[in-house]
C-alpha cells in the first residue's frame, strides 16, 4: 500500500467511524422507545472496533509494502553501480556485460513485484493463451513452439512500466556493448547518461519510502 492509499485509508476510515458514531447517538436522542435508544447508543462501541480493525489491516499493508521496496531499493542501488563501474572498464568482455544485463533485467522485473504499471487491466486469462500453453507442452520440437508462438495473440492492458528511467539504463548498457567496439568517448557517454537516469530514478523511488531528517546530521553546511 503506497502512502498516497495509507493516508486516504486511515483519514477515510477515521472521519467514516466519527461520522458514524455522531449519527447514531444523534438518532438516539430522537429515539421513542428505550431499547432503541440502548441500541443506539451503541452504535459507537459497534464502529469505532471495526474501524480500528481495518486500520490495522491498513497498517499492515503499509509496513508489508515499505519493506518490499527497501528490499527491492538496496538491490537497485548495487546494480545501478555495476553499471556505472562497467563503463569504467577498459575493455570489458561479455561475461561482464552479460552480468550487468541479467542484474539490470532482475530489477526492472523486481519493480513489477512491488508496482503495478499505470492503467494495467487484469483480464482474465484468454482461451488462446490456455491453447498455447497446452501447444507448448506437447509440443515435440522447437519448429512446434514456433508454430504456436504465431497464434499467441499479444497480451492488452499491459498499462505502462512506472519508472522508465531503470529501462532506459538498461537500454544504454545494452547500446555500449562490449569488447573492442567501447571506445573511451561512448562509455564516458553511457556512464553520464547512466547517472543522469539515476539521479532521476532515485528522486521518484525515495518518495515512495517513509523517510525523515536526522536528528543529528553529519554535515558542514548543515546550519
Wanted: proline share 5%.
Amino acid at each position: 500500500m503506497t502512502g498516497k492509499t495509507f493516508r486516504f485509508q486511515v483519514i477515510g476510515t477515521i472521519v467514516l467511524a466519527l461520522c458514524l458514531s455522531i449519527l447514531s447517538l444523534a438518532l438516539s436522542c430522537y429515539a421513542s422507545e428505550k431499547h432503541y435508544q440502548a441500541a443506539l447508543r451503541s452504535g459507537p462501541t459497534v464502529f469505532i472496533p471495526i474501524g480500528a480493525g481495518w486500520l490495522a489491516f491498513c497498517v499492515q499493508r503499509r509496513v508489508a509494502f515499505t519493506k518490499a521496496l527497501f528490499d527491492v531499493w538496496q538491490k537497485i542501488v548495487v546494480t545501478i553501480q555495476d553499471a556505472v563501474q562497467y563503463t569504467h572498464l577498459t575493455s570489458p568482455t561479455q561475461a561482464d556485460f552479460a552480468k550487468v544485463m541479467h542484474s539490470l533485467s532482475c530489477r526492472i522485473d523486481d519493480l513489477r513485484g512491488v508496482f503495478r504499471n499505470p492503467g494495467e487491466g487484469q483480464p482474465r486469462l484468454s482461451e488462446e493463451s490456455k491453447s498455447f500453453v497446452l501447444s507448448v507442452k506437447q509440443a515435440k520440437s522447437l519448429e512446434d513452439v514456433i508454430a504456436a508462438l504465431k497464434k499467441l495473440p499479444k497480451r492488452t492492458e499491459i498499462g505502462l512500466y512506472p519508472f522508465e528511467s531503470l529501462k532506459q539504463i538498461h537500454g544504454t548498457v545494452s547500446s555500449l556493448g562490449f569488447g573492442s567496439a567501447v571506445t573511451a568517448p561512448q562509455a564516458s557517454t553511457a556512464r553520464s547518461t547512466i547517472l543522469a537516469l539515476w539521479g532521476i530514478l532515485r528522486g521518484e523511488l525515495l518518495k515512495e519510502l517513509d523517510r525523515d531528517f536526522p536528528e543529528y546530521p553529519d554535515t558542514p553546511y548543515h546550519s
